[in-house]
């Protein structure tokens, strides 16, 4: 996965709280069986509205959100992370996030950055008094910042050490070989196992 | 650190402890059970193949069927494309990397929540993940069941292992006796209202008290199945007599020395006195009433007995907004009484509420009625050995006459991945756990309800309890 470092790109203001995994991405959108081409799918109601903010000519290449609180709550679909990524996003700030979508996020190179309520209307304001406004993404020094405005995001340590450096999760889990046939080894006999019992 | 009174949540987490974070890294945590099925694995599967990897344990992960199969016509060729797809690609993944699988007109194939419990596969003291939030199910054998995402289903198919942050605890304490006609679903749709959407977020819930301990392991499901509807990563329930009962005999439920061996062990799982939780909240059962959604969330829900509230009602601006978007969308006015609701479609389905106890509620409301006329019904059994079982207790029969539709097990109009749609504002009442915009089908309305509710719903053709049909019985000199 790409390092992530100092970024910009267009900011998209969605002025919107609890933006479900089903409103980022649809159901019907689950059926594909490939890893990448989810950048139709994004937001694929809303989508429909010739107003909403994707649609509208400022925003269209956006690649950094602003969004309300309680963002990517409800379903764990990690295809919602991909239609973000598919379309072009490197980076969501909301005040709130479920921790599946923070989870999914960090493991594909996604910043998710909890800025606080003030600091996304104030962000928001900003945009929208020059639609099509880049916003520049600073993850070492966690700030991001669109034209004068810069404002701080939380994100923990170890996320941020990995996306900073690109880091796939197996490899880095693969490292721990040993300890876990070590544990095999001491795995009771009661636990479940799917095979041979027939059902 | 060995004296400290321990959660249950906390010592199932130490007991898999593979290797502790350092420096703000997750713990990496054992998984004992992987249950897989078809949308959330075909990336993960490609994964595999693409880095060119085994998987470590097959012998710990099963595979189902359940998210877009039909519910019809089970044994001709799925019409729809893309659902085919995904199913034939999990069948070739299963058979390429050796994994047991349930298909279509198995006896356990069925929702994957469903079926492992029936499969004696889930019990105490284990971890289980799945490529889905619902989970959380497994957690009323006590065990930490956690709902993954697609990459972390990679993860654990190639490492039988997950990287995770050490969580919050909350005890949900739910004391005193149900009335008849509230049930566990009551329980769970008050919760997630009183602590909200997010209220859970970055805890593990233990439901505790007089009233979790009084019910089936069916009813704890349908409890810690919701619980990622109130934001938490997982909801336990502690193991007692009534799980063991469950277990004992399930085709994969440890026999011999290795049950008596798992007894003792699962005997020592429950909270130790004194734990400390980081955060309690308290639920009265004996004045719980039925309790059903407005919104498009789940916290957003009423006793069936109040009203549609109104935006002003609430203080937070954000829940105001929410509650203005909400009812716009729902098509309710402020004020509306919630039993005067009109219902198109009643859905009694979906790993919330689809298993035989479920049914067996319903029927019992159902049997001799009519349907309002018009109502459509749609009974889709958690998996197909529910579904044989319904049949061989004639419950199959009750649904028929009544005016049901009696269909083959799935997810069904729980997401709408199949045919099983709502029409744009058609609405419905679902025993399923996601009222949200669009859930069960393009421009769909869900009312989240009991299945008692549904079947008296279904009956009176506006949201109803068993109650209301006595007193309509009454009122017509019944
Ligand atoms: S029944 Fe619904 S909630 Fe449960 S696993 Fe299927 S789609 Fe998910």
Not at chain 1, 129 to 135: L, N, S
Not at chain 2, 19 to 29: F, R
Not at chain 2, 234 to 252: C, I, K, N, Q, S
Not at chain 2, 253 to 264: E, K, R, Y
Request: aromatic share 6%.
């Amino acid at each position: 996965m790409e390092k992530f470092d100092i970024y910009s790109g267009i900011a998209v203001p969605l002025r919107r709280s609890n933006v479900d995994t089903d409103q980022i991405i649809p159901a019907v959108y689950l059926k594909r069986i490939t890893k990448t081409g989810f950048d139709d799918a994004l937001f694929a109601s809303w989508r429909a509205d010739q107003n909403f903010v994707l649609n509208q000519p400022a925003y269209k290449s956006g690649s950094v959100l602003i969004a309300g609180p309680d963002f990517g709550t409800g379903s764990s679909r990690e295809h919602a992370v991909w239609a973000l990524r598919d379309y072009g996003f490197r980076a969501v700030f909301s005040s709130k996030f479920a921790d599946i979508f923070r989870g999914n996020s960090g493991k594909q190179g996604l910043v998710t950055g909890i800025i606080t309520d003030a600091d996304t209307e104030a962000l928001w304001a900003a945009i929208e008094a020059q639609p099509g406004i880049e916003a520049s993404v600073d993850l070492a020094g966690q700030t991001v910042s669109v034209g004068n405005l810069s404002v701080h995001f939380e994100i923990d340590e170890y996320t941020k050490w990995r996306l900073l450096e690109g880091l796939d999760d197996i490899g880095l889990t693969l490292r721990d070989e040993a300890a876990i046939s070590d544990f095999e080894a001491r795995r009771a006999s009661w636990r479940p196992k799917t095979m041979p019992a027939k059902s | 650190m060995s004296n400290k009174p321990l959660t249950l949540a906390e010592k199932v987490w130490n007991d898999h402890l593979v290797a502790k974070g350092e420096n703000g890294a997750p713990d990496l945590l054992y998984i004992d059970l992987h249950l897989v099925h078809e949308v959330t694995s075909p990336q993960a599967f490609d994964g595999l193949r693409l880095a060119g990897r085994p998987v470590r344990r097959p012998d710990l992960t099963i595979a189902t069927e359940d998210h877009n199969t039909p519910t019809l016509d089970i044994d001709k060729p799925i019409a729809d494309v893309t659902s085919r797809t995904q199913i034939e690609a999990l069948r070739h993944n299963a058979k390429e990397f050796g994994i047991r699988i349930h298909s279509l007109g198995d006896l356990d194939q069925g929702i994957v929540h469903v079926v492992g419990p029936q499969l004696g596969l889930t019990m105490p003291g284990i971890t289980v993940v799945c490529g889905d939030s619902h989970t959380s199910t497994h957690g009323a054998f006590g065990a930490l069941a956690m709902g993954i995402g697609t990459s972390e289903v990679e993860h654990v198919l190639a490492t039988q292992t997950l990287p995770l942050k050490p969580f919050k605890t909350m005890a949900i304490n739910v004391e005193g006796t149900l009335r008849p006609g509230v049930t566990a679903k009551d329980i769970i749709l008050a919760v997630i209202a009183k602590i909200g959407t997010g209220g859970g977020q970055g805890y593990v819930l233990e439901y505790r008290g007089s009233a979790i301990r009084a019910l089936s392991m069916e009813a704890r499901m349908t409890i810690c199945n919701m619980s990622i509807e109130a934001g938490a990563r997982a909801g336990m329930v502690a193991p007692d007599e009534t799980t063991f009962a469950y277990l004992m005999g399930r085709p994969h439920a440890p026999t011999g020395q290795d049950w008596d061996d798992a007894l003792a062990y699962w005997k020592t799982l429950p909270s130790d006195e004194g734990a400390v939780f980081d955060a309690e909240v308290f639920l009265d059962a004996d004045t719980l009433d039925p309790f059903v959604t407005w919104g498009t969330n789940p916290g957003q829900g009423v006793s069936l007995l109040a009203r549609v509230p109104s935006p002003d009602d609430f203080a937070d601006p954000n829940d105001r907004v929410a509650a203005e978007r909400a009812l716009e969308y729902m098509d309710l006015k402020p004020g509306t009484r919630m039993r005067d609701i009109k219902i198109d479609t009643v859905f009694l389905g979906s790993c919330t509420n689809s298993r035989i106890e479920d049914l067996r509620a319903a029927a019992a409301v159902l049997d001799g009625k009519k349907k309002a006329e018009h109502i459509r019904m749609m009974v889709v059994p958690g998996s197909a050995k529910v579904r044989a079982q319904a049949e061989a207790e004639g419950l199959d029969k009750i649904f028929k006459e009544f005016g049901a539709e009696w269909r083959f097990a799935g997810c069904s109009m729980c997401l709408g991945m199949n045919p099983d749609q709502l029409a744009v504002g058609e609405r419905a009442a679902s025993t399923s756990n996601r009222n949200f915009e669009g859930r069960q089908g393009k421009g769909s309305r869900t009312h989240l309800v009991s299945p008692l509710v549904a079947a008296a719903t279904a009956i009176r053709g506006t949201l109803s309890s068993p109650a209301d049909l006595a007193e309509s019985n009454e009122k017509a000199g019944l």
